[in-house]
């Protein structure tokens, strides 16, 4: 259960219940959009009364944020390091680089992305709030697996957060831009762009037993 449910007052509501709420959030913020979105939609496809949605959410953007949390967490899991496969260095980064890759390539998620920057214009609060519950606690996730590569001696960072970012941009390379303007997936390329992502850190972050 996320940190925002903790927070709200009220009987706590079924797990399977919370569950197909923000399923049906999600299909509906990503199928319609934020602004077209109401509570009585997600409550009809999701089989409850908006009066527990409101109970436990609050309200509609805070609804919007457990969903991008929920679909979030599906590539997020890929940076634990606990989760991660047995393997060098290179295979968990290989792994984490095709995990993101995939999740970006979603058609759900590339459509997503583009109703997020439309509606943003009209209300930042809302890139915001899909920054903070999206894009920056994965960035968060990822730097904690690159320190804890580094206390493991099997990477050499100082700043580990500058280094996550740098790693997704070059995984993402052009493919991501060509996603948003409606470019076919590249699967080969992507394979291509994961692959010299990996070399070009090494290059910069690695240590001779991963060097060899």
């Known amino acids: ?19 197909a709420i923000v399923l049906a959030a999600a299909q509906s913020f990503f199928n319609v959009g934020f602004a077209a979105t109401s509570i009585e939609q997600v409550a009809a496809i999701a089989g409850v009364s908006k009066v527990t949605i409101y109970n436990r959410f609050g309200d509609k953007r805070a609804l919007f944020t457990a969903a991008v949390e929920h679909e979030c967490e599906k590539m997020r899991s890929s940076f634990a390091v606990p989760s991660m496969p047995a393997g060098t260095v290179r295979q968990r980064l290989i792994a984490i680089g095709e995990a993101m890759t995939a999740f970006l390539s979603r058609d759900e998620m590339v459509q997503f992305d583009r109703r997020i920057a439309a509606e943003t214009e009209h209300e930042p609060a809302i890139g915001a709030a899909f920054l903070a519950a999206g894009p920056y606690r994965m960035k968060t996730a990822f730097t904690a697996f690159l320190r ?65």
């Open 148 to 212: 804890a590569m580094s206390e493991a001696g099997e990477l050499a960072i100082t700043d580990h957060e500058l280094a996550a970012e740098q790693f997704v941009s070059m995984c993402k390379g052009m493919g991501d831009l060509e996603r948003r303007f409606g470019e076919p997936i590249d699967e080969k390329r992507n394979e291509e762009r994961i692959a010299a992502a990996v070399e070009v850190f090494f290059s910069a972050y690695g240590v001779d037993s991963e060097a060899e």
């Open 1 to 19: 259960m996320s940190s925002l449910d903790s927070k709200r007052a009220g009987r706590p509501i079924d797990p399977d219940k919370r569950e």
